[in-house]
């Protein structure tokens, strides 16, 4: 039976290529969604055999809890997806397609329950080879993020703002102190589509699901004084 591969993504070219890629490679069937609401109805509908899931989706303040597979409306970012389908299923194959290199994002997708992560500056041949692994049943990591990722075990720490940059330490204290996207943009002479950026990779990071969290890890850490 030809395998069933549900592509998460809300950026129409990205879904456009990976869609050609894998009709190239005749991997299986391949069923789009733009975002977490689709996501999840597909899932409910379609049952696929492997989810190739974008971690960067787009979030909302409304909809149906994360945890539960009930209809409704429900826009949220890919780990919260993710979440949802294993809270349904936690056997389902998901394998991350993302923008961030970070290993440490990478570890928190794989504790999360993903099977794989591939990044979007990966060679084309390393998707197809990720799916196929995935597919097979296995956990796919490349040599270079295994190697990261082994390293981060072996030097463990106490402080879990480690895992975030300097800027991104500087945007989290900035939060800290209930300064809004716009003025974090002016005080750091960058755009606001950054400040969200980074503030989405901070909560990604962190474990955090909303700002009012970041703001409470920002005064618990000392960030906000």
Known sequence: ???????????????????????ETKLGRVVEAADGTAALALWCSERPDVVILDLNLPRGAGGKDAGKM???????????????MRAENPAVPVLIF???????????????????????????????????CVLAGRVHLDHALAR?????ALTPTDDPLAVL???????????????????????????????????????????ADSTRALIRIAIDHGLAA
Do not use: W
């Open 148 to 152: 990261e990722l082994a390293l981060m």
């Open 165 to 207: 940059t300097q800027r991104e330490r500087e945007i989290l204290a900035l939060v800290g102190r209930g300064l809004t996207a716009a003025a974090i943009a002016e005080a750091l002479g960058i755009s606001q589509k950054t400040v969200a950026n980074a503030c989405t990779q901070i909560k990604d990071k962190l474990g």
């Open 70 to 84: 009930e209809s409704g409306k429900m826009e949220s970012g890919g780990m919260e997806v993710l979440r949802a």
């Open 1 to 23: 039976m030809t395998p069933t591969i549900l592509l998460v993504d809300d950026h129409p070219v990205v879904r456009a290529g990976c869609q050609s890629l894998l009709a």
């Open 98 to 132: 993302s923008m961030h290199e970070d290993p440490a994002i990478a570890a928190r997708a794989l504790k999360a329950g993903a099977k794989g992560y591939v990044t979007k500056n990966d060679a084309p041949e390393t998707l197809v080879t990720a799916v196929r």
